[in-house]
């Protein structure tokens, strides 16, 4: 829908979302499951269903205005902040489940705002869980500083808990060795059991009650809802029995009519719980490394000029567009700007990847975060704030590590589908084991039904894709390679046709004189002096890459004279007091100049992409210049990686027929589209995707923005324009092709590292879910005890976290 909306989601770095008008919630139109058209409008759904009961009857969730009708509670939370109550649905269910809190942008007041990686649509101005995950909430604007609270506090839990387990298991397996079996009496080391597992359990274990609760009320059922109820119904048994041992039934009591307690089994869940949440909040700490290290760039500090000429150091978020800065030798360039006045060489790896400096000199631009070598300098500030690339570059890549890939639906469906399964499995065991099962009847049951919760936990599985694109996209970065969301990083992987444009892309963009000759009597360098001090008087885009040719060969243009511009035809004056004419054949024979075989060596070049002017000096032809657009030096190694990806490589420019081909030809491209307006581009995109092909588009300008938005992968040059930048979904910051190739391979390196983890934690599941049931039992006596099943969780998890890992050492 257009225009604003109550409760709509929208605050700098987030992509806009519109309400579901059945239900209320946010969605995000690209992953809406739903869309239907109404009064020249559209309208995005959560679910089948919700687009189902909108189609059938619209007036009842719209008002006179074509708005949604408010479906959102206000209320306040004990901040006393505003929230709003959105109700969130079962996937495929269409109707609401539940309500969840979730505070908007506009009442953070200006604080951080915290979102979920599982579910974005959860928006809170403090850090907590996730209502519907149970993931820490991360910030939605990345800061300098790391915000540990939640590490820090699950260390503490940890290593609380586990001094407190560790005697509590030596307490428990001591029964089970007959030399130190019956030092304590059996109701004796029942109430010392109690009284190490409690704080374990109710302390170290609370947030997974919280959490597990949480999900509970709000009907999305996840990892926690097991946690809570394996831990929760062996604590709890064993406090009955350890309070009230008559009232345990003689089918749980063991040899000799002991009560056997599971506190050890309850203690040590929530202890290896608790050290692989520990792992995870490390490792997610290191996955947004990269935008800690980009965001260090950023000098604290900048030194603005004054207008009466004095100079002070002022804090950087106190320089506003327009000041005049200056940048002494080794500083970092505060913000984005252009020199005024100085000379010195500036080292921009950090944004090209290029170790040797640039050289920078009045009128050049400069990057904020890049660092002055030997020379002074004196800038003008021209984005400052969020506005500079520094900080787009970190906004695009935290707003990236959060997105979520398409593939992630399917471990989101088979998760909401999993847990009340495995809820079931769990009593479906037991039933059998206290029906079927060997005495104790019930004890046997309990263990299997608890060790069934326990090592289903979908951990592993709710890991498996976030974890990926998280490292995927940090290690991105690293390359130079902004990835905007994990969409884009998906579907680059699946990519069988580039389409690149040629001017800016292929070619450096500018004209540059590539062939100069003379005829037999006359010196090329002469020529070309007395060329340029003519052009330099023309405001032409060749003429000036004839001075820039001139000088780049150490010559120094002659001085001109007279000069008169004919249109259509060339220039004609004098420079160093001869007459000069540089222009077509047309006017070579107006003048009375007869090419000669000039004409047909300039027809030639013309075949090979350049530009001919002819040149007459003092009345004949004296030789002729070449101007064309240069391939950039790293095209034909970046063209021949992309074939050995098995990639079709098509130009599609609007350059003329014959400059393209003769592109196409030195590069060895499949296929040229030349002649085409930017309007067609998006045309031609969509024409290549009715055939079935995925298609990346590479572009640099601002005509190339539909065409990178229509494209399946849209991929700018970072040396190019803000708007390609904004239609793409990937950003090649250098600029250089072969950044394409190392996308492809780091799309392809993700997509197989989830797919591992995602077979992983399946195959887990599958195998570990009946063996804890005791399927084995009958034919092994093998039974799995809550420990070990706990073990084996955190186990998957740690291989998930660690095979994500991987990624940061792929070869790209």
């Known amino acids: 829908m257009h225009g604003h909306q109550a409760g709509h989601h929208e605050s700098a770095g987030t992509p806009a ?3 579901d008008p059945v239900c209320g919630m946010t969605v995000d139109p690209k992953q809406a499951a739903g869309r239907a058209e109404h009064a020249g409008r559209s309208y995005f759904f959560c679910s089948e269903g919700c687009r189902k009961k909108f189609v059938a009857e619209p007036s009842a969730y719209l008002d006179e205005h074509g708005e949604a009708k408010p479906r959102a509670m206000a209320g306040h939370e004990a901040s006393g902040g505003p929230v709003v109550l959105t109700t969130i649905g079962l996937p495929g269910s269409g109707d609401a489940a539940a309500a969840v809190t979730v505070a908007p942008p506009a009442a953070s007041g200006g604080k951080v705002l915290y979102t979920c990686p599982m579910d974005p649509q959860i928006i809170r101005d403090r850090p907590g869980p996730c209502p519907i995950c149970g993931m820490a909430l991360e910030p939605m604007t990345p800061t300098l500083e790391e915000d540990t609270s939640e590490l820090d506090d699950m260390t503490r839990r940890f ?86 041992p008559g009232l345990i039934p003689d089918s749980f009591r063991g040899h000799g009519g002991a009560v056997p307690v599971y506190f050890e089994a309850a203690a040590t869940i929530v202890t290896l719980v608790l050290l692989g949440q520990m792992l995870e909040l490390r490792a ?178 709710g890991l498996a894709t976030p974890m990926s694109i998280m490292v995927g996209i940090g290690r991105g970065a690293q390359e130079g390679i902004l990835i905007k969301d994990a969409e884009a990083l998906e579907v680059l ?25 003379a005829i037999s009597d006359q010196d090329e360098s002469d020529l070309l002096r007395l060329a340029a001090g003519l052009e330099r008087a023309s405001e032409h885009p060749l003429a000036d890459a004839v001075v820039k040719g001139a000088e780049a060969r150490g010559l120094v243009p002659a001085e001109a004279g007279s000069f008169e511009s004919r249109t259509g035809l060339g220039v004609v004056g004098t420079a160093g007091g001869r007459k000069v004419a540089i222009g077509n054949a047309a006017l070579m024979r107006a003048l009375g100049v007869e090419p000669g075989s000039l004409e047909a060596r300039a027809e030639s070049l013309r075949g090979d992409g350049q530009t001919v002017v002819l040149v007459a000096i003092d009345g004949r032809a004296a030789g002729l210049l070449g101007i064309a657009d240069p391939i950039k030096a790293t095209t034909p190694e970046a063209v021949s990686l992309l074939h050995g990806e098995g990639l079709r490589v098509v130009m599609l420019t609007g350059d003329a027929e014959a400059t393209a ?78 950044g394409i190739v190392r996308a492809i391979r ?22 570990g879910v009946p063996i804890a049931a005791g399927l084995l039992y009958p034919f092994t006596g093998l039974l799995l005890s809550p420990m070990l099943a706990s073990a084996a969780m955190t186990m998957s998890s740690l291989c998930v976290v660690t095979n994500a890992l991987r990624l940061r050492r792929a070869e790209l």
């Open 159 to 244: 290593r609380a808990s586990l001094a407190l387990t560790l005697p509590l298991l030596a307490l428990a397996m001591g029964e089970m060795v007959p030399a130190v079996r019956g030092l304590i009496p059996a109701g004796a080391s029942a109430w010392i059991q109690l009284a190490l597992a409690t704080p374990v359990v109710l302390w170290g274990g609370w947030p997974f009650f919280a959490r597990g609760w949480a999900s509970l009320v709000n009907r999305h059922f996840n990892m926690f809802t097991l946690i809570a109820l394996g831990t929760g119904t062996a604590y709890a048994y064993s406090v009955l029995a350890t309070l009230f």
């Open 746 to 767: 780091l799309s392809r390196a993700t997509l197989g590292n989830i797919r591992q983890n995602l077979m992983f934690a399946f195959l887990y599941n599958i195998l």
């Open 661 to 738: 081909r003769a592109v196409a030809r030195t590069l060895g491209l499949d296929e040229v589209r030349a002649n085409v307006l930017p309007d067609r581009k998006a045309e031609v995109i969509r024409d290549m995707q009715a055939q079935g092909r995925k298609v990346a588009m590479a572009g640099d300008g601002v005509n190339d923005a539909p065409a990178l938005a229509q494209a399946d992968a849209g991929i700018a040059m970072g040396t190019g324009t803000d708007v390609a930048m904004e239609s793409a979904g990937v950003t090649l910051v250098k600029g250089d092709l072969r």
């Open 17 to 19: 979302r519109e309400i």
């Open 493 to 517: 992987g699946k990519v069988d046709t580039v389409v690149v444009d040629k001017t800016g892309t292929l070619t450096e963009g500018k004209p540059a004189l590539v062939t100069v000759e």
């Open 284 to 461: 997610r700490g290191r996955t947004s490394g990269a935008i800690r290290a980009l965001l260090g760039l950023a000098p604290k500090t900048a030194r603005v000029i004054r207008g009466d000429g004095t100079e002070s150091d002022v804090p950087l978020g106190d320089v506003k567009v327009g000041d005049r800065l200056r940048v002494r030798p080794g500083e970092r360039v505060p913000v984005d700007g252009v020199v005024l006045e100085g000379r010195g060489g500036v080292d921009e790896s950090m944004v090209t990847g290029e170790s040797l400096p640039v050289e920078k000199v009045a009128g050049m631009s400069l990057i904020g975060g890049t660092v002055n070598g030997t020379g002074g300098l004196v800038m003008r500030a021209e984005k400052v704030g969020g506005e500079t690339m520094l900080a787009r570059i970190v906004q695009l890549v935290g707003q990236a590590q959060r997105s979520r890939a398409p593939i992630q639906r399917l471990a989101d469906v088979a998760s909401s589908y999993f847990v009340p399964a495995v809820v079931a499995v769990a009593l479906a065991t037991f039933a059998a084991w206290a029906t079927l099962g060997p005495e104790p009847r019930l004890a046997h049951a309990l263990l299997a039904s608890v060790a069934v919760l326990i090592i289903a936990c979908p951990c592993a599985l």
